[in-house]
């Protein structure tokens, strides 16, 4: 029957596909697939709550206690699903100047990845952006450690300068989110060039007709 969870044959049992379920990866990772491709500053608050409503799913490792091959990469890939939506929901909620919660977030992506830079990265921001300075340098600390504990490298360049402007008190705005603001003036000054190069033209033939008119009222 259509409503039996299982199909049991002799030599083997399967889930019956026509039976009324719900599976959480399933939910999961079709929040994922529907807006991995969105930057985390560029959700619309529905977007992030569906993305929320996917990561409170996620309640632990895939099997953990089972290691054949196919379960340990099916393991690997969901978690760094769940980091990669936590990353987009931390960028929503700086653009969104929810810093609590976005803190939140990357401290749980760090209990998974403590050497995850990028998430170090946007802690510092996050920290720094609350009025917490002090919590952001504390927290290039904990990334430097981490990597040397992890790969025996320092940060990068790009942490470095970013640990850099908050220790200066020169944080700026997010650079992908200025960015789409250069782009807005870059923009503008092309149509305004392009306006200013049609005027000129426009007065060129203006002058060009009326030039003749002229000498002949010069003639009378």
Known sequence: MSSDLLIAH???IR????????????????????????????????????????VALYRGDLIEAWYQDWCVYERDRLQLVNLAMMEQLMSHCEARQRYSLGVAYG???????????????????????????????HQYQRCASAMAKQFNVPPSRETIALYDQVRGDRLG???????????????????LDHIQASLTALQRQVQQHLGPASRMQEAG
């Open 10 to 12: 002799s030599g083997w």
């Open 15 to 54: 889930i019956n596909p026509k039976a009324a379920l719900s599976l959480d990866v399933a939910a999961f990772e079709e929040a994922h697939d529907i807006h991995r491709d969105i930057p985390g500053r560029e959700l619309t608050d529905r977007q992030a709550q569906t993305l929320e409503a996917a």
């Open 107 to 137: 401290q749980r992506i760090l209990r998974y990845d403590p050497a995850r830079e990028c998430t170090h990265r946007n802690l510092m921001r996050l920290y720094c952006q609350a009025g917490d300075r002090t919590t952001a340098l």
């Open 173 to 191: 705005p997010d650079p992908d989110i200025a960015g789409g603001g250069s782009e807005l003036l870059l923009g503008l000054q092309a149509s």
